[in-house]
Each structure stands twice: as structure tokens, then as C-alpha cells.
């Protein structure tokens, strides 16, 4: 769809769906070569605060907005409407009870997610909920990955994200529109696998925070993190095998590795905050930013009822926040399963 729009020398509009702080960091790097960004914002103060002084009232405060360049609207059907390349980046948990004032059509949209997170109960990635809700093709889907804190973007330190297309041409389409003198860019076809290895790396850095929490150092670290990317391995190649993965690269290895030990890490922040005692509720309430790897861990765990891979770590993380289970027992036995 991309590619035949711009062919017909078509310009395509860009839309960002969500105003949280992946949403408000992209959101900056959109505009340093956007004309215009439409932005579903679902605040109207938040608009009128950032239409005054050209930030982000709640998130990423400090990066500063061209507000002269963004059509912002809390009405998500005129978003969707006005725009062709549609950047989805509301938290997973949250996706669907947006989607259902939605009342247009995706005809000839692009569906973009930059969402690192899986829809709870129905445990599809956001791609795979498109495709099969919205009955949108995958070749008119694309996902974006990091390794990417959204805060370090704000601060416009050196980032690397992955745009993941069936075709190469879209990907390259999207990573030309987001790369910047601080954005380098790279490009993929496995949809598929920088979904669920963004899905995963969520648990794992819950695991580690906890692990931290409970007083393991940086030597047990480093051996954990190496299982949970061999883990990682053996769940997409046995779910969704490609000759193409190469779990090494940058937006499944280096994704694992910054959300395991960042501190911007907030799934690792929720993770430290069970290893101390907090429950999942408290911690919850604590924590001003979804930890989509609490959600995840009960979507891979119900999913691999199905497939029974081998997942010590990601099983371990799930008896805690699901069952009650002890941190300091379950990671004491954990122990005894990594090599």
C-alpha cells in the first residue's frame, strides 16, 4: 500500500495514537521531518497544555514539542480519518477499549505499532490482533522496535530503532520517516519475532528486577539474561520458524539486554518492587506507567499451554505475579535450571 501510494507521488500523512511517553518520544522524532503529524491525544487539557507550551504535561517533560506542526484531537475516528500511516502506541492493556470508539474503516491505512506489549485475554500481538480482527493484510502492517528508552530519545541521545515489514520497500519507507541526526535506523521482515521478543523481554527484565531486589548481583545477572535470550530463541523458533531471525541482532538481543538493566527500565523498576515485598496491586498503583510484562506473562503462559517450550524463566515470573508464589523460592529453584 505504501509503496503504490508513492508511486502516484501520493504524500502519505502521518498519525500518532497515543500520548504516553514512547508515544511523546516518537512523537518528537516524527516531527523533525514531518510537515504535520495528526496525534489522537485522549486529553483535551493535555492538548491545550501542549498547544501553550509545546510539552508533555505527564510524560517526558522535558522534551519540547513543535506544537505549530501537530493537529492533535481527542477524537480518535478524526485521527484515523485525516491520516494514512497510522503509529499505534497506547499500552496493549488499553488497545481495545480504544479501538471500540473507533467507527470508520482501515481501508487504505497503514497500520504501524510501536507497541511492545501483547492484548490481554485474547494473547495476540498487535499485529496479529489487526490482522484478524480488522481483517487487515500484514503486508499493510509494520512494527517498530528498539533497543529504545523513551527517555533517552527525549534527551536525544543516539538511538537505534528496527522497522519491520513484510515488503523491504515499506520498511524502508517508514525507517527513512523516522531517522534523524539522533535516530539510526535499520530494517527487517520478521514481524512475527521483534513482536513476541519485544513481548518477552518484558518478563525477563520483571525477572531480573526481582532478582535484584532479592540481592543477586551482577554475575548471576549476566547469567540469567544469557538464558532468557537463549529462552527467547527456543520459543519464536519452535511457535514461528525463520531462516531469516537472527536473534543476535540489535531489536531482539539488544532490546533484551537495555530493558533487563536500564534504569528507565519500568518493567524492570516493577520487577525490583515484587523482589522487595510490594504486592502486584501496590506496585501497580505505584508506578505512574504501564509494565507491559505483567500482562505478558499471562498471555505467553497461557500460549504455551499449547506449545511447551521450555520456559523456566518466564514460568517462574508467572507463579509469582500469577500464583502468589515466593520470589526468594522460585528464583532459588531457577537457579538450579540456567546454565
Not at 521483534?194 to 525477572?207: F, H, P, R
Amino acid at each position: 500500500m505504501l509503496i503504490s501510494k508513492i508511486a502516484r507521488n501520493t504524500p502519505l500523512r502521518f498519525a500518532m495514537i497515543g500520548n504516553g511517553s514512547w508515544a511523546t518520544a516518537l512523537t518528537k522524532v516524527l516531527l523533525t521531518g514531518q510537515p504535520n503529524l495528526q496525534w489522537f491525544v485522549r486529553d483535551a487539557a493535555m492538548i491545550k497544555y501542549i498547544e501553550k507550551y509545546h510539552r508533555n504535561p505527564e510524560f517526558l517533560r522535558s522534551a519540547q514539542l513543535d506544537a505549530s506542526k501537530l493537529d492533535m484531537s481527542d477524537n480518535i475516528n478524526e485521527v484515523i480519518e485525516n491520516a494514512d500511516v497510522l503509529v499505534f502506541c497506547i499500552p496493549s492493556a488499553f488497545l481495545k477499549g480504544e479501538l471500540d470508539k473507533f467507527t470508520g474503516t482501515f481501508d487504505n491505512k497503514f497500520i504501524v505499532t510501536a507497541i511492545k506489549g501483547i492484548i490481554p485475554d485474547d494473547n495476540m500481538t498487535v499485529a496479529e490482533y489487526f490482522n484478524r480482527k480488522y481483517h487487515i493484510p500484514y503486508d499493510n502492517i509494520g512494527a517498530i522496535t528498539g533497543p529504545c528508552h523513551a527517555e533517552e530519545v527525549a534527551l536525544e541521545r543516539l538511538s537505534y530503532l528496527t522497522f519491520s515489514c513484510k515488503k523491504k520497500e515499506n520498511a524502508a519507507f517508514l525507517a527513512e520517516n523516522f531517522s534523524c541526526n539522533y535516530i539510526k535506523t535499520l530494517t527487517g521482515t520478521d514481524i512475527y519475532g521483534v513482536e513476541y521478543a519485544a513481548i518477552l523481554k518484558n518478563i525477563y527484565a520483571i525477572t531480573t528486577g526481582i532478582c535484584h531486589s532479592l540481592g543477586y548481583g551482577d554475575n548471576f545477572l549476566a547469567v540469567l539474561v544469557t538464558n532468557a535470550q537463549a529462552e527467547m530463541k527456543r520459543f519464536l523458533n519452535n511457535t514461528y520458524p525463520s531462516a531469516a531471525r537472527d536473534t543476535t541482532q540489535s531489536s531482539y538481543l539488544g532490546d533484551l539486554l537495555v530493558t533487563c538493566y536500564s534504569q528507565f527500565s519500568r518493567n524492570r523498576t516493577f520487577g525490583a518492587m515484587i523482589g522487595k515485598g510490594y504486592s502486584v496491586t501496590s506496585a501497580q498503583a505505584e508506578m505512574n506507567m504501564i509494565a507491559e510484562g505483567y500482562y505478558a506473562c499471562k498471555s505467553i503462559h497461557h500460549l504455551n499451554l499449547k506449545y511447551r517450550v521450555d520456559m523456566s524463566i518466564a514460568e517462574a515470573t508467572y507463579r509469582i505475579l500469577y500464583d502468589g508464589a515466593s520470589p526468594s523460592e522460585e528464583m532459588k529453584q531457577l537457579t538450579e535450571k540456567l546454565q
